[in-house]
């Protein structure tokens, strides 16, 4: 719903993003905020805004597959170490350049999402959950019995930083902008791919399967595109991960964080891709919250120990999935949407 006042002429206008001069103003100044980050924040600030940018295009990946198609994926950290594993090895074996290297690994990724996207065409809901499972534990079990010379074993990669021509990304401040332009990049990408054709399908599967089958779309075929989306968007956002630790291992794409990119889904709103990126700033800022005050609890509170308090992450995730599922199941972007409906009705009732 538009601001009394504004309306379309034109199906382009009607189905622009950006639709009023006050939007396109908001837009430029968040974009200006966003470009002068790196020299308002403090260094470990701008670290945890470059884990940001990287763990939204893994969740917006995750919102096209569950949000928007409806499969429930609870392996997008296993397809993340895929990207990142994937990149790492084309630079440290075969010497390529990060810029084709990050490609490379959201290709692999993909690969390994459409296999598995082929089992969401003869199966679905909590087996479906349990495929997807499955794929998190294989993932560590194939990383942890190759070779130790193929992918590391047990004791990983290292990678050297990232050059672009004479640049070179060896620190949080100058990744941070190659991180946001591949994160814009990325969802604008994810924006095109729901409105095309491709998205519309997505939709209408999750809606009703049987339905949208009947009207002639194909719902393997869909639901496979589905997860290899997701699964490519977690391959970029792994690779991308890889460069600014700049050491991989199988420890840092456990089941945790996949359960933990669904609360920044169910968090934000599913079905949005605006939902998932405030879910990943909600999420990610009470996550680097606990993690700096924990030692000065357990300094404080000794009696505690650091376990149990490290340990309460974990227990307020459950808090966090339970509360919005009983109270607000569509997301913060619902409560959004109603608001703004609200005022822009107002005086009159709603």
Known sequence: MDPSGIFSTSYGRDSALVRTRAQWLALALFG?????????????????????????????????????????????????????????????KFGLPFWIAVPVGGVLAALAGWAFGLTAARIKG??????????????????????????????????????????????????????????????????????????????????????AGMMGIDVAGTKARAFIVGAFYAG????????????????????????????????????SIVGALIGTVLIRTVQETITSLGPDIVQHMPSLG????????????????????????KGLMHRWNIFKATYRLWPFPH
């Open 32 to 92: 200006a905020a966003l470009l002068l980050y790196p020299w308002l924040a403090s260094p470990r600030l701008v670290a945890v805004g470059n884990l940001m940018l990287v763990t939204a295009i893994v969740v917006v990946g995750l919102q096209i597959t569950t949000g928007y198609a409806g499969q429930i994926n609870l392996g997008q950290a296993a397809f993340m170490g895929v990207g990142a594993y994937g990149a790492s090895a084309m630079e440290v």
């Open 126 to 211: 909590f087996y479906l959950a349990l495929t997807t499972i499955a794929a998190q534990f294989l993932f560590v079990f194939v990383v942890l019995n190759l070779p130790s010379s193929w992918l590391g074993g047990v004791n990983g990669f290292s990678l050297e930083p990232a050059r672009l021509g004479p640049l070179v990304f060896d620190s949080d401040r100058a990744l941070y902008h190659l991180f946001l332009f591949s994160t814009a990049v990325m969802v604008f990408g994810a924006f095109g791919i729901l409105r095309s054709r491709h998205g519309r399908a997505f939709v209408a599967v999750r809606d009703d399967d049987v339905a």
């Open 236 to 271: 970029i956002g792994g690779a991308l991960w890889a460069y600014q630790i700049r050491f991989v291992s199988v420890d840092q794409f456990t089941l945790f964080n996949s359960i933990w990119f669904i609360a920044m889904m169910i968090v934000g709103g599913l079905g």
């Open 306 to 329: 650091s376990d149990i308090v490290f340990a309460s992450m974990n227990v307020f995730l459950g808090l966090v999935i339970t509360g919005f599922l009983l109270l607000e199941p």
